[in-house]
């Protein structure tokens, strides 16, 4: 199939996607299919591409061969989007970094509703009403003006999902959201991302932790040296795994959610 004739029916399709840093194919014909409401857990050993898969995903980086569609909206090999294409994207997909990414000189407040000025042209007024909402209904309204340095790793990990959830997109990406948070933090964490998937959003999460995968995933897939060793429901995969790469994962379990380099 020509990358520019994907169809798909699910809120995101990934297939035969490609990509290099230099001579390192990180990438390897990544296959993958997300429906509307999933959580979906994407796991591997560091080094497997799931963060760069979530990038690629996201825009953020080009791939050399394949094809990406978050519905109408499709990545094509070869380059960046720019301009309309570009704001398109940006409406479908945010990304939650695994270190946050907050910008350390503007409040929680300010993260949240810069981007729908800046982006979508939203009113100040307007998009500092719905940066409010969205840190209430995430549990830290009452961090409102405080800087990203005044912030707990919980928090600024809620004031970041508020900050992906400002652009009111359709799918949700995460990086390891999990690393940095004690055990009581992270199913307060889950929670809040079930309730998502519950009011219609899609989550695909980039992970270590098979104890949060096996809570509050829908279903997981493991990658290996850029490709899709095995995929399906937490408890087939994780409770009997088929392939050598999910069996080393949970033999490397982390509670922490583990950590790892920018090519996990």
Do not use: C
């Not at 390897?28 to 080094?47: C, I, K, P, W, Y």
Request: charged share 25%; proline share 4%.
């Amino acid at each position: 199939m020509e990358s520019a004739d994907l169809v798909t029916t699910s809120m995101l399709e990934v297939r035969g996607v490609v990509l290099r840093r230099g001579s390192r194919e990180v990438l390897r014909g990544v296959d993958l299919s997300v429906e509307r409401g999933e959580l979906l857990a994407l796991m591997g050993l560091s080094g497997g591409g799931k963060t760069t898969l979530l990038r690629a995903i996201a825009g953020l980086e080009a791939f050399e061969a394949g094809a990406i569609a978050l519905e109408d909206v499709r990545l094509v090999p070869g380059g960046m989007l720019r301009g309309a294409q570009a704001k398109a994207l940006h409406r479908k997909v945010g990304l939650v970094f695994q270190l946050h990414h907050l910008f350390e000189h503007l409040t929680a407040l300010h993260n949240v509703w810069l981007a729908p000025v800046r982006v979508s042209g939203e009113s100040r007024a307007t998009a500092t009403g719905r940066a409010r909402e969205l840190l209430e209904q995430l549990g830290v309204g009452h961090r409102a003006g405080a800087l990203p340095r005044e912030l707990s790793g919980g928090e600024a990990q809620r004031v970041a999902i508020a900050r992906a959830l400002a652009m009111d997109p359709p799918l949700l990406l995460m990086d390891e959201p999990t690393a940095s948070l004690d055990p009581a933090r992270r199913g307060d964490l889950g929670e809040t991302l079930t309730a998502l998937t519950r009011s219609g959003r899609t989550l695909v999460i980039a992970t270590h932790d098979d104890d949060f995968a096996r809570a509050y995933a829908s279903r997981v897939v493991i990658l290996s040296e850029g490709r899709v060793a095995e995929e399906g429901v937490p408890a087939r995969v994780l409770g009997n795994p088929s392939h050598p790469a999910t069996r080393a994962l949970l033999s490397n379990h982390s509670p922490a959610g583990g950590g790892g380099s920018l090519d996990r």
